[in-house]
């Protein structure tokens, strides 16, 4: 008899974008503004696999939470479900009419990754409406630049002619406003908290559980780098790359005063990626 192949579970995410309702300083200008996180989220277990926190439009952020996502699950999903499209790319991406325009639906297709739009108000939103109230609830809300998502939820300290609120917050807090570094270190402090919680989905198990049970597919990471990580054109100059106030140098670009092609991630600024503007790999 013929040999009998393993069949592999199919593994969907979810991908949302969530404006957080706290103030982090934005490290390309140096003042405080509302990230925006875009993640990935297992739709078997509810774990958030990859995240990324994006300060401007972006999409290349979509692509590094992929990445992350895909990464940390070891394995490729084989669908991506989107709540309503449009409404996702017209909320957080305003100046772009088409998300083929950024070349971001070829990067499902060359992953075999199949896209799903659904229509808004669908019983399937729940599953991150869920996520939406947790991360409000029990982060946002207990950040010290905590600004509330609407006029109606605004903290007491930010609303007119409350000036006791104002010096009470102004003296525990201090003028302290977190860095994308300590907002990240936050956010995954709170993330293992919500991942050792029982699974919706399984409450024999936590969320932690059931997302590691999964079958792994041994992800080679050095593949995904090349269409994940977010890239700008920099400069060679004397003291090697310059980016977001550092200095980044490698004896293998010692002579050189060209122009290159940078990729990197803001959960790990200790090291970039550097390449020629035709997609040679130099150096890290």
Known sequence: MPEKKQLIPARRFYIYGHKLSCLVINPFTGRPSRAILVGFLDWK????????????????????????????LDMIPDIVYQDNGKAFRAKYFKSLTDFSEAGFNGIYTNLGIKPVYARPYNARAKVIERFFKEIQEEFEKLMPTYTGSNIENKPAHLKRNEKFHKELHDKISQGYVPTIEETIRLINCWLDYRHSQPCPNDRSRTIKEVFESRIKQNIDVNRLDELMMAHEVKTIHRNGIRFLNADYYNDALYGLRDRVMIRYSLFDLTKIKVYTIRGDFICT
């Open 45 to 72: 277990s509810g774990y958030l696999c990859g995240y990324e926190i994006m300060l401007e439009e972006n999409t290349q952020c979509i692509a590094s939470a992929l990445r992350m996502a895909i990464i940390n």
